[in-house]
């Protein structure tokens, strides 16, 4: 019998997630009661799009905020006012 080998790469760690700067709540207001999505960006300016709804899944992840901005204003999300920085949590 042939032994199997697994060769599943371990997945990649998520830099955004792992070392994020500043963080911001946007939401569907079209929606009754209002739709969440979690924005988080790296030092660098990497963006990841969370969902909380669908158990923090990544919906969207982009290089830059302008991309990840236009990806949540084209879906009508708009920001709540302010932006939560991990250094304030500090």
């Known amino acids: 019998m042939m032994q199997k080998t697994?060769?599943?790469?371990?997945?990649?760690?998520?830099?955004?997630?792992n070392n994020w700067e500043f963080t911001e709540v946007w939401i569907?207001?079209?929606l009754s009661p209002p739709y969440l999505l979690l924005l988080l960006?790296?030092?660098e300016g990497n963006c990841r799009i969370?969902?909380?709804a669908e158990g923090y899944k990544v919906v969207f992840s982009s290089k830059s905020?302008?991309?990840a901005q236009y990806w949540l204003?084209?879906?009508e999300y708009e920001p709540i006012e302010g932006r939560?920085?991990?250094?304030?949590?500090?």
């Open 41 to 43: 960006s790296d030092a």
């Open 84 to 90: 939560l920085r991990v250094s304030e949590l500090v």
């Open 6 to 17: 697994d060769t599943t790469l371990l997945p990649a760690a998520d830099t955004v997630q």
């Open 73 to 75: 204003l084209e879906d």
């Open 28 to 30: 569907d207001p079209n």
């Open 65 to 67: 905020y302008d991309e």
């Open 50 to 52: 969370y969902d909380p």
